[in-house]
Every structure is written in C-alpha cells, then in structure tokens.
C-alpha cells in the first residue's frame, strides 16, 4: 500500500492534491495578511515616547480598507500584535508607536517618575 502510494505521488511530481477548501481558506488568509502588512506599512511608524490605543489603530484600520473588508477588533488587534507587539493596559495602548502624519500621543510620565531637569 505505501509503494501504490509512492507512485501516485510520484506521478503527481511529488505535490499533494490539496482540497479546495484549503485553498480557498489560504488564499483569503493571504489576501488578510497582506491587508494587515499594508496598513501597517502604510499607517503606523516607530514612535519613542509615543502611544496609539487599539481602538484610535482600528478605526484609521476600517477608513483605510473601506466597507468591503469585514474583520472583527479582536482580530485585528491579533495581527497588530504580529507587527508591534501586545498591546498595554486597560485601554490596549501600542507603545512606542503612532499614526503616520499625525502628532502622536506621549506617553505621560507616571506620579513615580522624578524629571531630574
């Protein structure tokens, strides 16, 4: 039974016939993730002393992909983390980054911090 199995793979140049639904899911995965890599090419650029909350990055996300592009806060914040890390604290803030073009917001120092200026 493996050798039949050998040939047939043999005969198909050593590829896997995959399902359908596979590909179709693959392909919706990637044109997901190259949507994700776009905006964050786009949009969002390194900020030390700055902050962006995932709510401010999601709604720029929704104008940025328009009506047609339908995901859900929690999965967009899932990929952001694949870009610039888990978000911090109650309001889910992305530290050490900002939106492009705009003034960003700083990172307030804390009551436990001394400026020593």
């Given at each position: 039974m493996l050798f039949e199995r050998f040939k047939v793979l043999k005969d198909n140049n050593f590829k896997f016939n995959t399902p359908d639904e596979v590909n179709a899911a693959v392909k919706e995965y990637?044109?997901?993730?190259?949507?994700?890599?776009?905006?964050?090419?786009?949009?969002?650029?390194?900020?030390?002393?700055?902050?962006?909350?995932?709510?401010?990055?999601?709604?720029?996300?929704?104008?940025?992909?328009?009506?047609?592009?339908?995901?859900?806060k929690s999965m967009f914040i899932k990929q952001m983390e694949r870009y610039i890390g888990k978000p911090k604290g109650r309001s889910k803030e992305f530290i050490g980054f900002k939106l492009h073009g705009t003034s960003g917001d700083p990172i307030e120092s804390t009551p436990n911090e001394v400026d020593m200026d």
């Open positions: 990637q044109e997901e993730a190259s949507t994700y890599t776009q905006f964050f090419n786009d949009k969002i650029e390194e900020a030390p002393g700055y902050k962006v909350d995932a709510t401010t990055l999601y709604n720029e996300f929704q104008l940025f992909v328009g009506r047609d592009f339908k995901t859900q």
